[in-house]
């Protein structure tokens, strides 16, 4: 079954440091990929996606993720973390015929100051 | 676009209570999802809706759980003799039907079995 992996359940970073959130897919074909983020209380807000073509995907909020096929990945990043961006994230494959979304178990970021 | 809406945020029941959630999805989407989601886990699927058609049920989604689409419109998720293990975010998301993959969430409606 198609399905994906955040392998890191809590990471830590300080502000203006770099981010990157690991993302690993199992599916046969090209895969539709999506990255979510969760605020506390809140709803899931879409980051970015990838359906096809350019490898290197340009999001909101300064977000970028690069599919990488050799690797099965769907690599999350952002250049210098702003403390708003402590919040859950959360990776997802389109499965079930492009009918539903199914869901990585998140990832915890905590942002220091 | 008012966005997805639910209601209520926040719902406390004690055991063997009954509880509805409503979802009131973006206006012109014509699909609807709900999905569950427990402490330190990702959102899980439990079913969606094509117009008012009840297109597909996980197994999450027992007996006790029955979801609606009267009009196309709305709908809800009852839970019936809720336990315990039903303490969850529930959360409703809906699209367009010829749009590619992506969901657009409620802020959810969390429940508490006491």
């Known amino acids: 079954a198609q399905s994906v992996t955040q392998p890191d359940i809590h990471i830590t970073v300080s502000e203006g440091a770099s981010l990157e959130l690991r993302c690993n897919y199992s599916?046969?074909?090209?895969?539709?990929l999506f990255w979510y983020v969760q605020s506390p209380g809140q709803g899931l807000q879409l980051l970015l996606k990838?359906?096809?073509?350019?490898?290197l995907v340009q999001g909101i909020k300064g977000f970028e993720a690069e599919f990488k096929r050799s690797q099965s990945s769907f690599n999350l990043r952002k250049p210098s973390v702003h403390w708003s961006d402590a919040a859950e994230y959360f990776c997802a494959v389109l499965t079930g015929g492009g009918n539903k979304l199914t869901f990585g178990t998140g990832t915890q970021l905590k942002v220091e100051l | 676009d008012t966005g997805v809406s639910q209601d209520p945020r926040h719902k406390i029941t004690k055991r063997g209570q009954n509880v509805t959630f409503r979802c009131d999805p973006i206006?012109?989407?014509?699909?609807l999802y709900w999905y569950r989601q427990t402490l330190g886990q990702g959102p899980e699927f439990l079913t969606y809706f094509q117009n008012e058609a009840q297109l597909e049920k996980s197994r999450l989604l027992s007996d006790r759980f029955s979801a609606e689409r009267p009009k196309g419109s709305f709908s809800t998720l009852e839970i019936q003799r809720t336990e315990q293990g039903d303490s969850a975010m529930y959360l409703c998301?809906?699209?367009?039907?010829?749009?590619?993959?992506?969901?657009?969430f409620g802020e959810g409606s969390r429940l508490t079995v006491l």
């Open positions: 206006s012109e989407h014509n699909r």
């Open positions: 599916y046969g074909a090209t895969p539709y």
């Open positions: 990838y359906f096809s073509g350019d490898t």
């Open positions: 998301a809906s699209r367009r039907d010829r749009q590619t993959g992506e969901l657009f």
